[in-house]
């Protein structure tokens, strides 16, 4: 079972982009949640997480651009990416937070490209 990312695609500077994660087995109710990304040849990071209460966090490289957001009813996680940049393509994923002990679910994740 691996959480699902998509919404993922190819914008232009200053663009927007909304992302999706679906827990369609409903193994994450009682997690914190986050998204991640890794670009090429660097490492996968958090750039947004949501706590349990609904507290946010993120990462200052996108912090005032981005939005991550939960809908329990759907078992969903969002990330709401705007002003998009060129240093915003990676693949982006999302898991729960932290994320060691859920290794076994990252999934492909979804791909955003941003043209500067």
């Known amino acids: 079972v691996q959480l699902q990312a998509s919404g993922g695609g190819f914008v232009q500077t200053g663009g927007y982009l909304r992302l999706s994660c679906t827990d369609s087995?409903?193994?994450?109710?009682?997690?914190?949640m986050a998204w991640y990304r890794q670009a090429p040849g660097k490492q996968r990071d958090w750039i947004a997480r949501?706590?349990?209460?609904?507290?946010?966090n993120y990462a200052d490289s996108v912090k005032g651009r981005f939005t991550i957001s939960r809908d329990y009813a759907k078992n969903t996680v969002y990330l709401q990416m705007n002003n998009l940049t060129a240093e915003d393509t990676a693949t982006y994923y999302c898991?729960?937070?932290?994320?060691?002990?859920?290794?076994?679910?990252w999934g492909q994740g979804t791909q955003v490209t941003v043209s500067s």
């Open positions: 898991n729960a937070w932290p994320s060691a002990a859920y290794r076994f679910y």
């Open positions: 949501i706590a349990l209460g609904g507290v946010t």
């Open positions: 087995r409903k193994i994450f109710s009682n997690n914190h």
